[in-house]
């Protein structure tokens, strides 16, 4: 089992910047891929982007490509997602998810080949 917490959802102004962790704990001696999705009310879950578990490799959701990006720290069990440019549309409840990898290089932009899910933080951003 994994554990995943995600923290530094917060409010924010129109082109501001946030930083959100998630940091993982309990089984994480496995290579693990992780993604970030996000959920607005009324709407569907959707990806915001995924990082293989070596790092070098990202995709993003073509609205945020150019604004967000999706690092990691494996000796942290920390994956983060630094949003800059931020507009009202970004607002959302986002997650993070895990599922372990096949290959340090894979990554999944679909919520299904998740496994692990954290709880959510609240991102708003205010015009």
């Known amino acids: 089992q994994v554990q995943l917490v995600e923290s530094g959802g917060g409010l924010v102004q129109a082109g501001g910047s946030l930083r959100l962790s998630c940091a993982a704990s309990?089984?994480?001696?496995?290579?693990?891929?992780m993604g970030w999705f996000r959920q607005s009310p009324g709407k569907e879950r959707e990806v915001v982007g995924g990082?293989?578990?070596?790092?070098?490799?990202?995709d993003y959701a073509d609205s945020v490509k150019g604004r967000f990006t999706i690092s990691r720290d494996n000796a942290k069990n920390t994956v983060y997602l630094q949003m800059d440019s931020l507009k009202p549309e970004d607002t959302a409840v986002y997650y993070c998810a895990a599922t372990p990898a096949a290959s340090g290089s894979w990554y999944y932009l679909g919520a299904i080949s998740y496994r692990y899910w954290g709880q959510g933080t609240q991102v708003t951003v205010d015009s």
């Open positions: 990082i293989s578990w070596s790092g070098d490799r990202t």
């Open positions: 309990g089984r994480t001696n496995s290579m693990y891929a």
